[in-house]
């Protein structure tokens, strides 16, 4: 389908009934989100498998609540999020690049065929009574087809290519409030799946359903979805078209160093609070980890409410510093959470903290090119896993070096980390607002004019008082 059969079909404009009837059912089938849920629900019941499996056999019973058990899950968890991170590193680009070049149908597919096949190694982990380590492997495999960072590229890409610079910051959180919801959904029931026995073992029903919704996803990916094509105009932030090279790398960087301290506070932050919920004063069982992670997930949902109601009021650059603001005051909480209520109460003050990481990619994507996104989304991604390597290592070690005297410490420094992420988009806001004033023609333009404009802005002047 070309670009101006695409317009026709989004406007509703096509010359025809027949036409019209195909061109709803393309638009239907090109949206993302079916995709989204499924496999978002498929993580959701694969994290909560996961934990609990590595608890159970890592500890023991008499165990699960001590400081070695807390040190164990913390070391298996770093080890296994290094592999996950970093093995990306060595695909993703790759697909990117091949994305922007053959269609980002690769960008789902090839992702999903290793979520599928490197999860299903927690099944004969389970079934067979195998070691935790044999789930390095599947670490391993996701990580080497492209994982977290080449899918959540590609979808991003895809939404990025099918909406509106005007609207793209709105679509873009609709994503995560899709994933947001799904997550929601697949932590609520997670732990109760996971005490259901099924062949007298607990835990087999929730990893043979995620492994059933990756199956579905993949299929949907691969025949049913209808990918874009990039058309060759482009859609950049006013007045990036006349930035320099230098002027328009500086603001890509600072959108980078934005997101990359962001998500470095929050992903080490978030690795911590998965961990301390097992032992006490909380000592949460399998339900109660899912309803954690369940109101985690509920803040993708306030985060979208935010941005559909703020955005007519604010800025895109007043709801990422809103949002990074709501993230910190809720890790800060969470460092004297001793109650379950209080876990929660911490939680209500995240409600905003989903906002930075959609807008910021909004950003982004009105800086390059239609041809770039997947190029770029990707580049994005694989900085991000390799952020997410450095900070699970830091906060873990940090963890367990502090279970002793003050635990929750690491959690404080999580809230430092994401208050300086403020600083750059700060930065990019005022130089985004100087080359704005600096574009305004006539006497406000701080320019000097040469003797030629001069001239002829006399000539214009003697000519409009003679007609006059």
């Not at 099918?162 to 995560?176: D, P």
Request: hydrophobic fraction near 45%.
């Amino acid at each position: 389908m070309d670009c101006s059969r695409q317009r026709l079909l989004h406007t509703g404009t096509a010359p025809d009934s027949l036409t019209r009837i195909s061109g709803g059912m393309d638009v239907v089938l090109s949206y993302v989100e079916p995709v989204v849920v499924v496999t978002n629900v498929a993580n959701a019941l694969f994290d909560t498998a996961l934990l609990m499996v590595v608890s159970d056999r890592l500890n023991g019973s008499s165990l699960v609540n001590s400081d070695l058990a807390q040190k164990k899950i913390a070391q298996f968890y770093m080890i296994y999020n290094m592999i996950y991170s970093l093995t990306p590193l060595l695909s993703t680009v790759l697909l990117g690049c091949w994305a922007d070049r053959r269609g980002q149908k690769i960008l789902l597919v090839v992702p999903l065929l290793g979520y599928l096949l490197g999860r299903s190694l927690l099944l004969f982990t389970h079934l067979f009574q195998l070691p935790v380590s044999v789930m390095y492997g599947s670490a391993l495999i996701n990580g080497l087809t492209g994982g977290f960072p080449a899918y959540w590229s590609g979808i991003n890409a895809i939404t990025a290519l099918r909406s509106e610079a005007g609207k793209r910051s709105l679509r873009l959180n609709m994503l995560e409030v899709a994933s947001g919801m799904a997550g929601l959904l697949g932590s609520l029931v997670s732990g109760h799946f996971f005490l259901v026995k099924v062949n007298n073992q607990h835990g087999l029903l929730p990893i043979s359903l995620c492994l059933a919704l990756y199956s579905l996803s993949l299929l949907y990916s691969a025949f049913i979805l209808r990918y874009p094509t990039v058309c060759p105009q482009s859609q950049l932030l006013p007045g990036v078209r006349n930035l320099s090279p230098r002027r328009y790398s500086t603001q890509m960087v600072l959108l980078f160093i934005c997101y990359l301290l962001y998500d470095f506070g929050v992903t080490g932050g978030e690795n911590i609070i998965s961990i301390f919920v097992l032992k006490p004063p909380l000592s949460w069982d399998a339900v109660w980890v899912g309803y954690g992670k369940a109101a985690c997930y509920v803040m993708f949902l306030t985060s979208f409410l935010g941005v559909l109601v703020l955005s007519k009021c604010m800025t895109d650059i007043s709801l990422i510093l809103m949002g990074i603001v709501s993230n910190t005051s809720g890790f800060i909480t969470m460092v004297f959470v001793k109650q379950s209520s209080l876990y929660f109460i911490a939680r209500s003050m995240m409600l905003f903290s989903c906002i930075p990481m959609p807008t910021i990619r909004s950003q982004l994507s009105k800086q390059v090119e239609e041809g770039s996104y997947a190029s770029i989304f990707t580049w994005l991604q694989s900085a991000i896993a390799l952020t997410d390597v450095i900070s699970t290592v830091m906060f873990n070690n940090i963890y367990a070096a502090s279970l002793e005297w003050q635990s929750n410490i690491s959690l404080l420094l999580a809230a430092i980390v994401c208050w300086f992420s403020t600083i750059p988009i700060v930065v990019y806001s005022w130089r985004m607002n100087r080359n704005d004033y600096n574009q305004i023609p006539g006497i406000d333009c701080p320019r000097r004019l040469t003797p030629e404009e001069l001239h002829d802005f006399s000539d214009d002047c003697s000519t409009s008082s003679t007609s006059s």
